[in-house]
């Protein structure tokens, strides 16, 4: 199948600074890219809708100024957690689907955000 | 109400028994639906998708949708400690965006 990578795979930043996550799909095209957003023992809550090269689609309560995404190229999409607080640390997780055809999503390994 | 209901379990079983595993959904736009598989802190893995209603088989995985009862299941076959990970459901419109389940956490004991 295809590969997504999503680094960092852990990461601990300090309150108020800001962290950038990255999704590389490795070996494939992906128009769309997904952020999830995953808490302890619990479902994936999709964050927004990132398609290339125009603004991402923020889903109902997500701040678009605090979770910056960026669809630059066809292989990678960015997320930027802005002046970050303890209730952002959480498990995100980010998804690419190929181009056409059928909703196959392939998901990165996740990144583990801490902020003290 | 959730668009995916899933029992969250946990749910333990002796290697070797068939898994059962459900969810059902609300919306009936649904065409395709998942089965993901999730070890601790990893992303998901794709196990089994069906388009509409039906059943598909790969090898012990078989995956089951009935859309007139809005119901999804999940059967493995000869199951083994390393099938212990959380399953998650998830269903998808035309719109390409997949609304998970809960999540069932499931172990397989030796």
């Known amino acids: 199948g295809a590969v997504v990578s999503q680094h960092p795979s852990w990461v601990i930043c300090k309150s108020g600074t800001s962290v950038k996550i990255e999704c590389r799909s490795l070996d494939f095209q992906a128009t769309t890219m997904f952020w999830y957003r995953q808490f302890p023992k619990q479902s994936l809550m999709l964050m927004a809708t990132?398609?290339?090269?125009?603004?991402?689609?923020?889903e109902q309560g997500v701040e678009k100024d605090k979770f910056l995404i960026n669809h630059a190229s066809l292989t990678l999409s960015t997320l930027t957690v802005t002046s970050a607080h303890p209730e952002d640390s959480s498990f995100y997780i980010c998804s690419a689907t190929l181009q056409g055809g059928y909703t196959e999503a392939f998901f990165g390994q996740g990144t583990r955000l801490t902020v003290v | 109400q959730k668009e995916v209901e899933q029992d969250p379990g946990p749910l333990s079983v002796p290697e070797g028994a068939i898994v059962s595993l459900n969810c059902t959904y609300s919306?009936?736009?649904?065409?395709?639906f998942m089965w993901y598989r999730q070890y601790s802190r990893k992303g998901p893995e794709l196990l089994m998708y069906?388009?509409?209603?039906g059943n598909k088989e790969d090898g012990r995985f078989t995956a089951q949708v009935d859309k007139s009862s809005k119901y999804i299941s999940l059967f493995i076959r000869d199951s083994q400690p390393s099938d212990s990970a959380t399953y998650l459901c998830?269903?998808?419109?035309?719109?390409?965006?997949?609304?998970f389940g809960s999540g069932t956490q499931l172990t397989v004991l030796p």
């Open positions: 919306n009936s736009a649904f065409q395709y």
């Open positions: 998830a269903g998808s419109g035309s719109a390409r965006q997949l609304t």
């Open positions: 990132s398609n290339e090269g125009s603004k991402a689609t923020y």
């Open positions: 069906t388009y509409s209603s």
